[in-house]
């Protein structure tokens, strides 16, 4: 099992340019989140998903969009890009309470 | 309402020396408790977590916690600190009121290990 599984690792962008992330999880868990991490803020939920076909905000969701159109996967899109989202993305998925979490990825917004 | 404070943002003591780090949360329901750790560069691993069943949890490499409802805290502590501890730790309450399972993180905790 490869557990959870984050792409890109890095990626650099400039304002106003677009990306997605791609989340994947092997372990057919239900739930799947998506996190920021901001040093000295902890992990902030950004959006969350409870099965396939299902999203719903979180904590901290402006300015991204997610979608969950298969159930190992789970998408998180930025439209356009912002300084302020410069941050390391970290990906989720659970079965009840515990969540595993994927690798990271580091992205910056020049 | 879940939150979580940890009550240092940076720990340090000397190899061989105990670990304590502190952590008070806020919860309207029963909580479930975890503490995760995050080496450098690295993702979140789970140490250990608290379910409503015996109130001293035993996690990885030597860590537990105990909860205690009457002080709303979930320390974390280790008898003797290796080098490898170093790593930022993450007191987590999750949201008992629904299956969903939903984590509130605390602003993490900085263990250094000196030689």
């Known amino acids: 099992n490869a557990g959870v599984t984050q792409t890109p690792k890095f990626r650099v962008l400039k304002t106003g340019q677009s990306m997605t992330l791609l989340c994947a999880q092997d372990?057919?868990?239900?739930?799947m989140y998506w996190y920021r991490q901001d040093p000295g803020m902890g992990l902030r939920l950004i959006h969350y998903s409870v099965g396939e076909g299902t999203t719903a905000k979180g904590e901290v969701p402006d300015g991204y969009n997610v979608s969950r159109l298969k159930k190992q996967n789970f998408l998180l899109g930025l439209e356009s890009a912002a300084p302020s989202q410069t941050s390391v993305y970290f990906c989720a998925s659970s079965l009840k309470s515990e969540q595993f979490f994927g690798p990271g990825t580091r992205l910056t917004v020049l | 309402a879940q939150s979580v404070t940890q009550l240092d943002s940076h720990v340090s003591v000397s190899e061989g020396t105990p670990v304590l780090l502190r952590c008070n949360y806020s919860s309207s329901y029963s909580p479930s408790l975890f503490w995760y750790v995050q080496h450098p560069n690295k993702g979140l691993q789970l140490l250990l977590k608290?379910?409503?069943?015996?109130?001293l949890v035993k996690g990885i490499n030597g860590f537990e916690a105990e909860f205690k409802k009457s002080e709303t805290s979930f320390h974390l502590t280790k008898p003797s600190a290796h080098m490898s501890d170093a790593a930022e730790y993450f007191c987590?309450?999750?949201?008992?009121?629904?299956?969903?399972?939903?984590?509130?993180f605390g602003r993490g905790t900085q263990l250094t290990v000196w030689p």
């Open positions: 608290y379910t409503s069943a015996a109130t």
């Open positions: 987590v309450v999750s949201d008992g009121s629904s299956t969903l399972g939903r984590l509130y």
């Open positions: 372990m057919n868990h239900e739930y």
